[in-house]
């Protein structure tokens, strides 16, 4: 009996740490870069950040962007980044 008990415990145990794991693992909310490819198929673009890191990103629409574009993904929702104007008077 305490054997059984034991091992459903040690089965819980890891299957709650698994379910972290993978509830850790989502891609964060927002995602900034220039736009190396374009995957219209999937709805998938990759991005390269500042760093250099690259990351693909899930999308809801692809209207108006390119490769070598600024953008930044919110929830799915791809945006053309808008460069600050710089620069004196």
Same mark, same amino acid.
């Given at each position: 009996?305490?054997?059984?008990?034991?091992?459903?415990?040690?089965?819980?145990? #890891?299957?709650?740490?698994?379910?972290?794991?993978? #509830?850790?693992?989502?891609?964060?909310?927002?995602?900034?870069?220039?736009?190396? %490819?374009?995957?219209?198929?999937?709805?998938?673009?990759?991005?390269? /950040?500042?760093?250099?890191?690259?990351?693909?990103? %899930?999308? %809801? /629409?692809?209207?108006?962007?390119?490769?070598?574009?600024?953008?930044?993904?919110?929830?799915? *929702?791809?945006? *053309?980044?808008?460069?600050?104007?710089?620069?004196?008077?």
């Amino acid at each position: 009996m305490k054997k059984s008990l034991l091992a459903l415990l040690f089965a819980l145990a #890891f299957a709650l740490g698994t379910a972290g794991a993978a #509830f850790s693992a989502h891609e964060p909310k927002e995602t900034k870069g220039t736009v190396t %490819k374009i995957e219209a198929v999937e709805y998938e673009v990759t991005l390269k /950040d500042e760093k250099g890191k690259e990351v693909k990103v %899930k999308v %809801k /629409d692809l209207k108006g962007i390119k490769a070598g574009d600024t953008a930044i993904v919110k929830d799915g *929702k791809l945006e *053309k980044a808008v460069k600050p104007v710089t620069g004196g008077y």
